[in-house]
C-alpha cells in the first residue's frame, strides 16, 4: 500500500531554516510526480511546491525563492528545503502523490516559525 512519512518539522525562530524530508514507498516512485501542501490553523490546505518525475519544479508564489522541493528517486525520498522562514509560514506540511486515480497523503509534520 501506498505509505508517505514526513520528517523534519520542528520549532524555528524567524529567518531559520528547515529541511523536510518525505519517505515513499507502495508505488513506482520515479514514474510519478510528488508535491507538498501545508495546512495552517484555521485555513485551507494549499499547495507549496511540486516536482515531477524528471525534475521540474513549481512553487506557490508566497514561498518563490526561499523553498526548494528535490527527489532522490534512488531513495524513494522527496525533500523540501525552507530558508527565510516567516510566522505565516507556520502550518502542517503534507506529502502527496497522486496514485492510481486517488491522492494519498502522510500524517503531516509541524513546522512552527516564532520568537
Known amino acids: 500500500q501506498v505509505q508517505l512519512v514526513e520528517s523534519g518539522g520542528g520549532l524555528v525562530q524567524p529567518g531559520g531554516s528547515l529541511r523536510l524530508s518525505c519517505a515513499a514507498s507502495?508505488?513506482?516512485?520515479?514514474?510519478?510526480?510528488m508535491a507538498w501542501y501545508r495546512q495552517a490553523p484555521g485555513k485551507e490546505r494549499e499547495l507549496v511546491a511540486t516536482?515531477?518525475?524528471?525534475?521540474?519544479?513549481n512553487y506557490a508564489e508566497s514561498v518563490k525563492g526561499r523553498f526548494t522541493i528535490s527527489r532522490d528517486n534512488a531513495k524513494n525520498m522527496v525533500y523540501l528545503q525552507m530558508n527565510n522562514l516567516k510566522p505565516e509560514d507556520t502550518a502542517v506540511y503534507y506529502c502527496?502523490?497522486?496514485?492510481?486515480?486517488?491522492?494519498?497523503w502522510g500524517q503531516g509534520t509541524q513546522v512552527t516559525v516564532s520568537s
Open positions: 507502495g508505488f513506482i516512485f520515479s514514474l510519478n510526480a
Open positions: 502527496n502523490v497522486y496514485w492510481i486515480g486517488r491522492a494519498y
Open positions: 516536482i515531477t518525475s524528471d525534475g521540474r519544479t
